[in-house]
């Protein structure tokens, strides 16, 4: 069975500080791999998305993840985060061979504090 | 824009009641999920329907059950509700394909007294 890992529970830092959260998975085959927010009070949104290609890609807001295959993770980044950013953060995992396993890590809130 | 949408936003039921959670998406897509989100948890998927009247178990699917006998519906059944069952409940859709992305509705938070 799949699982997803985040390393961190909770994040707080200050505007402009960089961010990097952590994201393991662990499947024998090959996925998908998702970044997904939730701003207060909002839907889930997806930030970014992986399935092929290049393995650091770009998302909205200036966010970018690397996914790096022989430590099975999938690292979220923002070089310099804003107020705006405090959300929660969900890394999501789906193998390629199956329709319905879209699993999610348990989150990490970020507050960025002015 | 795809819509996935919610019938209710707030529910409150007691213990041993039957609850219907709905939810309707206007994109013909071809995966439904739903799943419960809890503080400290995440996102844990009940079950998921990869097609119309087609549905397998994620992975709590105990004292749920679930519907799809039209392709933009999915239904979320507890057949008799527990309080361990509070939690807000998110559905999602996706086109049929693993790399698709999920829209999601904003979720009904359910409370069971």
């Known amino acids: 069975a799949q699982s997803v890992s985040q390393h961190n529970h909770h994040v707080i830092l200050s505007e402009a500080a960089s961010l990097e959260l952590g994201c393991n998975y662990s499947?024998?085959?090959?996925?998908?791999l998702f970044w997904y927010v939730q701003y207060p009070g909002q839907h889930l949104q997806l930030l970014l998305k992986?399935?092929?290609?290049?393995?650091l890609v770009k998302g909205i807001k200036g966010f970018e993840a690397e996914f790096i295959k022989s430590k099975f993770s999938f690292n979220l980044r923002k070089p310099s985060v804003q107020w705006s950013d405090t959300a929660e953060y969900f890394c999501?995992?789906?193998?390629?061979?199956?329709?319905?396993?879209?699993?999610f890590g348990a989150g990490t809130q970020v507050v960025v504090t002015p | 824009d795809v819509k996935v949408t919610q019938s209710s936003r707030y529910l409150v039921k007691r213990t041993g009641e039957k609850v219907f959670l709905e939810c309707v998406q206007d994109?013909?897509?071809?995966?439904m999920f739903w799943y419960r989100q809890d503080p400290g948890l995440g996102l844990r998927l009940i079950y998921f329907?990869?097609?119309?009247?087609?549905?397998e178990k994620g992975d709590i699917p105990e004292g749920y059950s679930v519907s799809r006998e039209k392709k933009e519906r999915f239904s979320l059944i507890l057949e008799s509700a527990s309080t361990n069952q509070t939690s807000m409940y998110l559905c999602?859709?996706?086109?049929?394909?693993?790399?698709?992305?999920?829209?999601f509705g904003s979720g009904t938070q359910l409370s069971v007294l």
């Open positions: 499947y024998g085959g090959t996925v998908n």
């Open positions: 999501a995992v789906t193998p390629t061979d199956s329709w319905g396993k879209f699993q």
């Open positions: 994109m013909d897509h071809e995966n």
């Open positions: 999602a859709s996706r086109q049929g394909a693993t790399n698709e992305k999920l829209f």
């Open positions: 992986y399935f092929s290609g290049d393995p």
């Open positions: 329907s990869y097609d119309v009247k087609m549905k």
